[in-house]
């Protein structure tokens, strides 16, 4: 199984709402990332978990909010979204963190649109 | 600072070849990546350089020049499904990525 699951696919959020992004993987990756990517954009890179503990924070508003219930499972929890917000999340996940080949599996992405 | 520039957008014709170049700045360097991403999908991993040199897989090949800081992705015999946007990015001496912009190609027939 080489693969990063991420739900759900698409949503649609008003600016009151909570939502949480759900990330899936099954290789036995100690570290997890989320992204941020607007269209014809790079990926801007949100959070990484190294073995279930947040060790990057890149200065995100803590509307959005990461959880790492294991080490297979990586979460963020939506609230009070802006329309700005929208974006595709994307998940990924690697080996390890801090090895020099840290070769990135990506999921699919959630498309979110903030209303 | 740290950068990586990559051109914008590229047009080549359908089982021809094609080079994309990527130059880059980063504090350290821990290795260059090359991605793929289709549009509305997520990027998947295509070629990582640490050392000078050409490495080839399959259609295509990836070079480094850690003197020039100086990459290209190299595809041939080029398919209409090899449309999508290509994405350099290097890792710096934390090893954290630095993206590019990506460069999209559109292939015609």
């Known amino acids: 199984d080489t693969e990063v699951t991420q739900t759900p696919k698409h949503l649609v959020m008003g600016m009151t709402n909570k939502k949480s992004l759900k990330c899936e993987q099954h290789m036995g990756h100690r570290a997890m990332y989320w992204y941020k990517q607007k269209a014809k954009k790079p990926p801007e890179l949100m959070f990484v978990y190294s073995y279930e503990k947040l060790s990057i924070n890149e200065s995100v508003p803590s509307r959005f909010s990461p959880e790492c219930p294991n080490s297979s499972l990586l979460n963020l929890h939506l609230h009070a979204l802006q329309p700005e917000d929208s974006a595709l999340y994307l998940c990924?996940?690697?080996?390890?963190?801090?090895?020099?080949?840290?070769?990135?599996?990506f999921g699919s992405g959630t498309q979110l649109s903030v209303l | 600072g740290q950068n990586i520039d990559q051109p914008t957008e590229m047009t080549a014709t359908e089982g021809a070849i094609v080079q994309i170049n990527c130059t880059y700045q980063t504090s350290g360097f821990n290795g260059l990546f090359w991605y793929q991403q289709h549009a509305g999908e997520a990027p998947t991993f295509l070629s990582y350089?640490?050392l000078d040199g050409l490495e080839e897989k399959g259609r295509f090949s990836s070079f480094l020049s850690r003197s020039k800081g100086y990459s290209y992705l190299l595809l041939k015999e080029l398919q209409m499904k090899d449309s999508a946007s290509y994405l350099c990015?290097?890792?710096?001496?934390?090893?954290?990525?630095?993206w590019g912009a990506g460069t999209k190609l559109i292939i015609k027939p």
């Open positions: 350089n640490v």
């Open positions: 990015a290097g890792m710096d001496s934390n090893y954290q990525l630095i």
């Open positions: 990924a996940s690697s080996q390890d963190k801090g090895t020099g080949y840290e070769k990135l599996f």
